[in-house]
């Protein structure tokens, strides 16, 4: 069957088995493999990505299923190649990964928080990012990478004194 998706902003499209998932289309058929390959039941988060702005386990979902919708995977969020977005850095500043297979999915649903809500509490963070599994136990470092990435984000998204003039 023919699926077409929108994939970090491109159109995208490819011939699948109707029983594909969408994480193998985004990493076999797309060539995008920040979405990682976790428990493949829906209990690890590992293959989050983000349908239409929310978060969304890939592993749990066929590619047909996602036919004309918008995914974001981690490879998105890079401002151009080689660089990396607020969060990603905040991830790197604050030593919020160890191993790095939990990261994508982590700043995936990071980022969908801080779309709704810029200035998350402590709770807010543990409970959103609570769905997703580190192996490594690195969730005091998760946490104040994504408490740090809105705290930076405000300050580039706070209306500038003296602007519009
Ligand atoms: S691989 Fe999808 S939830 Fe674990
Ligand atoms: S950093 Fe290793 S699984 Fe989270």
């Known amino acids: 069957m023919k699926v077409e998706l929108t994939v970090n902003g ?38 989050t990505v983000l349908l239409d702005g929310q978060p969304v386990r890939s592993c749990l979902i066929f590619a047909v299923q996602a036919d ?8 998105g969020l890079a401002p151009a190649p080689g660089e990396l977005g607020v969060i990603q850095d905040a991830f790197c500043e604050t030593h ?3 191993c790095g297979y939990c990261t994508p999915a982590m700043i ?14 402590r709770e807010e963070i543990v409970e959103t990012i609570s769905g997703n599994i580190c192996r490594c136990t690195g969730y005091g470092q998760i ?4 408490s740090l990435a809105a705290d930076r984000l405000s300050r580039i998204n706070a209306p500038q004194a003296g602007g519009g003039r």
């Open 143 to 146: 946490i104040e990478a994504i």
């Open 10 to 47: 491109k159109q995208m499209a490819a011939e699948v088995e109707p029983r594909m998932t969408l994480l193998d289309c985004l990493r076999d058929e797309f060539g995008l493999n920040g979405a990682h390959t976790g428990c493949e039941h829906g209990v690890c988060g590992a293959c």
């Open 108 to 121: 995936l649903t990071a980022h969908a928080l801080l779309q709704r809500n810029a200035s998350p509490t």
């Open 96 to 98: 919020g990964m160890q």
């Open 68 to 75: 004309g919708y918008d995914i974001a995977t981690v490879e």
